[in-house]
């Protein structure tokens, strides 16, 4: 049974929250925080298998404490669990970009927590974050299995999930004119899928990614509506490539990366030779929208001579099935993100037990991989 400690200034709140948590008998409350300040005392007395918490509290708030937490070095696998998450996109991001694994929105009104779809959600969250995630079958991989190759000379040990801190970089390269195509469609593009653990992992890869890449990158990071956009934000102002939230239409430029709107399934049209973005309203699948599935499998009829897929930290198998449809009709070359560098191991572990992996590389070696993988103008 997993330990859970539950921080919420709120005695209804935790009354709730307790009764979700403990109708899984996977989890047990062990204790209840009122504040930041009561959390910290018990985290740095004991261990818990993941902490809930929310983020505005007296004393000391829920960024408060993360940041606490970071200057004394006690790690905690941390969900947040605020009213703020609804539209609060910055207040989210910071908290996970201070050691947050994950966040849900939490409704104001405690009686509408009992529904559903914030107890399920929550219930997947911690399953994800404490182990016990149960993979799906995986479907047979057609043709022999790949084997997974680690980095040669690569040191493996002593890895953490912990994104080095980036400089922002004192001048950006200038994007290309939108709709003018400058490179050839048929070589190759970078289709990138992260889910829980993502939005940090990300400012390892994509700010280290050079001005002059060769080919646009797109990415599949699950988050809900009105969070992506800050994000691709957030990535811009860390980054030499242009960053951006991907919109309908938007014509796909070398050194460019496009995030996927929250809410939206992103597919790549080929154009009259261009490709360029285009969304779709189908039902979440794997539990997700946007599903990474989609945006492998709407490659599938490219002209681009090779894709290089990256299968980052996150919970479930999302990206696996869109793989392997893609590895029948295209070449491809899958860059996978090493376990221990992991938040979550359930996307990486899925594209490698169904014997996709060409490569199983630490997170901070992700973006030179891709580099090498596509070259740079």
């Known amino acids: 049974m997993k330990n859970i400690l539950l921080v919420d200034d709120s005695a209804l709140m935790r009354r709730v929250l307790c009764d979700i948590i403990e109708s899984d008998k996977r989890f047990r409350v062990q204790d209840r925080a009122v504040n930041g300040l009561d959390a910290l005392g018990l985290l740095s007395r004991k261990t818990y298998d993941a902490v809930v918490l929310d983020v505005n509290m007296p004393q000391m708030n829920g960024l408060e404490l993360l940041k606490e937490l970071q200057k004394r070095k006690i790690s905690a696998k941390i969900i947040m669990a605020s009213t703020d998450t609804a539209d609060g996109a910055k207040v989210t991001l ?8 994950d966040f849900i929105h939490k409704p104001t009104s405690a009686l509408d927590c009992r529904n559903g779809t914030f107890s399920q959600g929550l219930l997947r969250i911690l399953a994800a974050v404490t182990d016990l995630e149960e993979q799906p079958p995986m479907p047979a991989p ?6 997974p190759k680690q980095g040669a000379g690569r040191n493996m040990a002593g890895r953490t999930g912990a994104a080095p801190a980036v400089e922002k970089p004192e001048r950006k390269a200038p994007a290309p004119p939108s709709g003018k195509a400058v ?20 400012q390892s890869v994509i700010p280290k990614l050079p001005a002059n890449l ?20 957030r990535l811009n102002s860390l980054s030499e490539v242009n960053v951006k939230e991907a919109a309908e239409g938007d014509v796909l430029m070398p050194g460019n990366v496009y995030i996927a709107m929250g809410g939206k399934h992103l597919n790549i049209l080929n154009m009259s030779g261009k490709y360029s973005i285009h969304y779709s309203d189908e039902p979440a699948r794997e539990g997700v929208k946007p599903c990474a599935n989609y945006m492998y499998e709407s490659l599938m009829d490219s002209r681009f001579d090779r894709i290089v897929c990256v299968v980052m930290t996150g919970m479930g198998a ?18 996978v993100q ?10 990486p572990k899925s594209a490698v037990n169904a014997g996709l992996a060409d490569q199983v590389v630490p997170l901070e070696q992700i973006a030179l991989e891709i580099t090498t993988n596509v070259g740079v103008k």
């Open 183 to 202: 490179y050839n469609p048929g070589t190759q593009i970078v289709a990138l899928a992260s889910s829980t653990g993502g939005p940090k992992a990300l």
């Open 338 to 347: 090493e376990a221990s560098t992991c938040a979550v191991y359930g996307m």
């Open 142 to 147: 057609s043709g022999p299995a790949a084997t």
């Open 94 to 101: 910071d908290a996970l970009e201070l050691g947050a694994l």
């Open 318 to 335: 999302d990206g696996t099935e869109g793989i392997q449809h893609l590895k029948e009709k295209k070449k491809i070359h899958v860059i």
């Open 214 to 233: 060769k080919v646009p990158v797109v990415v599949v990071q699950h988050m809900p509506p009105g969070f992506t956009a800050s994000l691709a934000e």
